[in-house]
Every structure is written in C-alpha cells, then in structure tokens.
C-alpha cells in the first residue's frame, strides 16, 4: 500500500516563501510521476505542477509559473514544493499525488493512483 504525507503547510504573508514536502511509503516511489494539487474555498481542486519519476521533466500551471519549483529526491522517497512571492489567492488546501503510466497526462488529477490527505496554505495580504 502506497502512502503519501503532506507537510510544510502553515500562514504566511503574501510575498512569503513555504516549502511542502510529502513523503511517499513505498518502495516503488521512483517509479512515479508526483503531482500537486491545490483546492481553494468553493472551488474545485486544480493542477499546480508535476515531476517525472526520473525528475529530469517538470510542468506546471501557468499560474505559479515562475514562482513554484518541483523538485524530489527518490532516495528520500519526497517531493517537494517550493513556493516563492506566495500571493492570496494561492491559498488552498495542497495535495501530492502519484501516478504510473505517462507521462503524457499528468495535468489529469483522474489518472493519479494515490493521494495525500492535503496540508493547508493560508497567504495574508
């Protein structure tokens, strides 16, 4: 069974910096695509970015473009978000998930195998 923790979430003002970490359980954890996902107040749950199992691709939405950074290390079986000049409306609940299969669709929340439980990420103004 393949788990994922989410951590790193917490309060910062807008122009601040957070990094989440999920730590997947697992020995297969190199053999994933990682995403994350974040899901703000009334809105539905939306793509933020992801990392090839291998880390040499990454993609992510166009809002945090420039601003968040994927990065893993399979030898600590974690991915992590660096999330720089954070505004507002970044505020959500952040998710990490894992995929097989292509790479291809890892925008698609439908193809991702396993979920994290979400940390929160609150941005004053």
């Known amino acids: 069974q393949v788990q994922l923790v989410e951590s790193g979430g917490g309060l910062v003002q807008a122009g601040g910096s957070l990094r989440l970490s999920c730590v997947v359980s697992?020995?297969?954890?190199?053999?994933?695509?990682m995403g994350w996902f974040r899901q703000a107040p009334g809105k539905e749950r939306e793509f933020v970015g992801a990392?090839?199992?291998?880390?040499?691709?990454?993609d992510y939405a166009d809002s945090v473009k420039g601003r968040f950074t994927i990065s893993r290390d399979n030898a600590k079986n974690t991915v992590y978000l660096r999330m720089n000049s954070l505004k507002p409306e970044d505020t959500a609940v952040y998710y990490c998930?894992?995929?097989?299969?292509?790479?291809?669709?890892?925008?698609?929340?439908?193809?991702?195998?396993?979920w994290g439980r979400g940390t929160q990420v609150t941005v004053s103004s």
């Open positions: 998930a894992a995929k097989r299969g292509g790479w291809d669709t890892a925008r698609r929340e439908e193809m991702y195998d396993y």
């Open positions: 990392i090839s199992w291998s880390g040499t691709s990454t």
């Open positions: 697992g020995r297969t954890f190199s053999s994933y695509h």
